[in-house]
């Protein structure tokens, strides 16, 4: 007697690959950009280039950084505002621990440029009839600016007219120095690498700061998460954002510290 034709199996086949087809074929032009991007994404993910010494990123790396922050406020304990710091200098790491989930390595800096932007006093201005009168004075750096009348200022017939402060900028330019620092890395073996580093040193400056009376030599740190991404096993670009805080431990007159926000680009070469 033949054996019965497995007609169900057919259709269920058949039914597969119709069901593939009405998947793979309908796809708007959006959809089909998420699937592209999602493939993009899914190969700088993936763990690539093997297994060499330090994985990727090598054992050592030498690398040039830029970091810029266009203000300053009270983050954390600084005091002075308004500041606007902009560095460039080289850095060093040489790998401490690896295992497949993460690294650990040692980071140390130096930055010969170190520009700093601090708010001065330069005078008074008041209005009267709808002219500006303005009086000028040396310019002496602040811990933060007002934008709130500083006096009142009388004027014939016995009316009071608000004095408000004119303000302009002073450069001041120093080299930092981070000799302690570390940086964990995740992921140490993939393209796209999240990190997070503490740095500690000190800032030289030619003469006071954030403002006079204060001290020429500063401490520093700073803390704060990154992103590198690997070009080769042996090239990296890294972007971060961090706090940074600059002050002298009691050491001047005054100290009224700096807090800021700041971005950093590193470029470094591995071996």
């Known amino acids: 007697m033949p054996e019965p034709l497995h007609t169900e199996g057919l259709r269920l086949r058949k039914a597969v690959r119709v069901s593939r087809k009405a998947v793979l074929f309908p796809l708007?032009?959006?959809?089909?950009?998420?699937?592209?991007?999602?493939?993009?994404?899914?190969g700088w993910g993936a763990p690539v280039w093997g297994q060499e010494a330090g994985g990727v990123g090598g054992v050592q790396s030498l690398g040039f950084s830029s970091s810029y922050s266009k203000t300053s406020s009270h983050i954390l304990i600084g005091e002075a505002t308004d500041r606007t710091i902009w560095t460039l200098g080289a850095e060093y790491t040489h790998l401490l621990y690896l295992d497949r989930y993460y690294r650990l390595d040692y980071e140390g800096s130096v930055m010969p440029l170190f520009e700093e932007t601090d708010p001065t006093l330069t005078g008074t201005v008041y209005s009267n009839g709808g002219q500006n009168i303005y009086s000028s004075q040396k310019p002496v750096r602040l811990v933060a600016i007002t934008h709130t009348p500083v006096g009142y200022v009388q004027i014939q017939g016995g009316a009071y007219i608000p004095l408000y402060a004119t303000y302009g900028r002073q450069d001041t330019y120093a080299a930092a120095f981070s000799p302690?620092?570390?940086?964990?890395?995740?992921?140490?073996?993939?393209?796209?690498?999240?990190?997070?580093?503490?740095?500690?040193?000190?800032?030289?400056?030619?003469?006071?700061?954030?403002?006079?009376?204060?001290?020429?030599f500063n401490f520093m740190f700073l803390?704060?998460?990154?992103?590198?991404?690997?070009?080769?096993?042996?090239?990296?670009?890294?972007?971060?954002?961090?706090?940074?805080?600059?002050?002298?431990?009691?050491?001047?007159?005054?100290?009224?510290?700096?807090?800021?926000?700041?971005f950093r680009l590193t470029v470094s070469r591995r071996w």
């Not at 302690?180 to 500690?200: D, E, T």
């Not at 096993?233 to 431990?249: D, G, I, K």
């Not at 001047?252 to 926000?261: E, F, K, L, R």
């Open 180 to 216: 302690l620092g570390a940086r964990i890395s995740a992921m140490p073996r993939w393209r796209v690498q999240p990190s997070f580093a503490i740095n500690l040193g000190f800032v030289l400056s030619a003469r006071d700061i954030p403002m006079d009376d204060a001290d020429q």
């Open 28 to 42: 708007k032009d959006a959809q089909v950009a998420i699937v592209t991007a999602l493939l993009c994404l899914a």
């Open 223 to 262: 803390f704060g998460p990154g992103v590198q991404f690997y070009t080769s096993p042996q090239a990296s670009l890294r972007v971060e954002y961090f706090y940074r805080h600059v002050s002298n431990a009691s050491l001047g007159d005054v100290n009224p510290g700096i807090d800021q926000g700041v």
